[in-house]
Each structure stands twice: as C-alpha cells, then as structure tokens.
Antibody, heavy 121, light 108 residues
Framework: QVHLVQSGGGVVQPGGSLRLSCAAPRLTLGSYAMHWVRQVPGKGPEWVATISYDGSNPHYADSVRGRFTISADNSKNSLYLQMNSLRTEDTAVYYC??????????????WGQGTLVTVSS | EIVLTQSPGILSLSPGERATLSCRASQNVIYNYLAWYQQKPGQAPRLLISGARSRAAGIPDRFSGSGSGTDFTLTISRLEPEDFAVYFCQQHGSSPWTFGLGTKVEMK
C-alpha cells in the first residue's frame, strides 16, 4: 500500500496564499504522475492539477489556472500545491493522488488522507 | 466538459443483495475510460475500477464494471457490510477529468 502523507491547509482569508505538501514513499515521485484533487464535503471530487513523473507538463483545471502551481521535489519525495489569490469557492478538502503510470492516465490509484482548506474572512 | 450523471442518488439494500449503480455521460467517454471509486465517511476515495471494467489491485471480484459509450454500470454482486458507502464514477478519457455526484449505498 502506498502511503501519501499530507500537510498544510487551514483557514485563510480571501486573496491569501497557502501551500500544501504531500510526502510520498521513495520511488513514487519520479516514477508516477501525481495529481491534486479537491472535494467539497457532500459533493463529487474535482480534479485540480497534474504533474508528470519527471516534473514536466504541469497542467490545471480552468478554475485554478494562473493561481495554483503544482510542483515536485524528488530529492525530498514531496509534492506541493502552491495556492495564491484564494477565493471562497476554493474551500474544500484537498487530496494528493498518485496516477497508475509515469505519464498521466488520469485515474487515481492511491490517495493521501486529505487536508481541509477553508477560505473565509 | 463531460458531465456524469449518477443514479440513483441513494440505494437502500440489505447485506447479501445485489447493487446496480448507473453512470451516464453527456457525451461519449473516449476509449471507455471510466473509473469507479468507493468513499467512506472521513476517508479518501478508493479506486475500484478503471477503463470501465478493470478491477484495481486488491478489489474483491464481487465488484464489476461494465458499459460503453455513454452508459456505464457498477455492480456489487452480494453486498457485504463494508460495502455500504458512497460510490463515484469518473471519466479519464478527456480533459477536464470529471466526476459524478455519487450514489450512496445505504443499509435498509
């Protein structure tokens, strides 16, 4: 079982910034594409961002493009999501998730435990 | 954007019964790239099926997926107590990769 451990999250005011982290086992980052997915409680999940195994080709949902940045540091076995210009509609539980392959196939076979981000004044 | 509509919203069944969950797409899902997830309260989703019918590692064979084009089905042949949860479908064929709103399988 692949264990993804998330940190970060919390309460932030609209317009603020937050960085989420996801610690992955060695050989996960650098071997698999990785994603961020968010979910408003009681709703279906929403794909947010993806990065390939080598850190290339980051891409984003329209709702976050230009505000969020996905990155990976293989030396630290960590995935990140930098979130800027946060809006109330960004409030959700955020999950990091592993793809099944080095280049993304866009289904998610292992998930972190999730971290709640609340954007509120 | 492909919109996925899941039905029913709630399915009330007893252990041992068969569960049939539907997921209908607003347009054809490329290569039938349709996944199913199970989610229990306070937990992350768990992958059950990808590519409409391929079970993920460790998933019991009472879970099966079928369908093509715009109509897909998840079947749980005999419900076990641990199967009562919310189930989501997700298309992984075209961007943006979208999810349905879920079907809750509750104990009658």
């Amino acid at each position: 079982q692949v264990h993804l451990v998330q940190s970060g999250g919390g309460v932030v005011q609209p317009g603020g910034s937050l960085r989420l982290s996801c610690a992955a086992p060695r050989l996960t980052l650098g071997s698999y594409a990785m994603h961020w997915v968010r979910q408003v409680p009681g709703k279906g999940p929403e794909w947010v961002a993806t990065i390939s195994y080598d850190g290339s080709n980051p891409h984003y949902a329209d709702s976050v493009r230009g505000r969020f940045t996905i990155s990976a540091d293989n030396s630290k076995n960590s995935l990140y999501l930098q979130m800027n210009s946060l809006r109330t509609e960004d409030t959700a539980v955020y999950y990091c998730a592993r793809d099944s392959a080095p280049l993304p196939r866009y289904y998610f076979d292992h998930w972190g435990q999730g971290t709640l981000v609340t954007v509120s004044s | 954007e492909i919109v996925l509509t899941q039905s029913p919203g709630i399915l009330s069944l007893s252990p041992g019964e068969r569960a049939t969950l539907s997921c209908r797409a607003s347009q054809n899902v490329i290569y039938n790239y349709l996944a199913w997830y199970q989610q229990k309260p306070g937990q992350a989703p768990r992958l059950l099926i990808s590519g409409a019918r391929s079970r993920a590692a460790g998933i019991p064979d009472r879970f099966s997926g079928s369908g093509s084009g715009t109509d897909f089905t998840l079947t749980i042949s005999r419900l076990e107590p641990e199967d009562f949860a919310v189930y989501f479908c997700q298309q992984h064929g075209s961007s943006p990769w979208t999810f349905g709103l879920g079907t809750k399988v509750e104990m009658k």
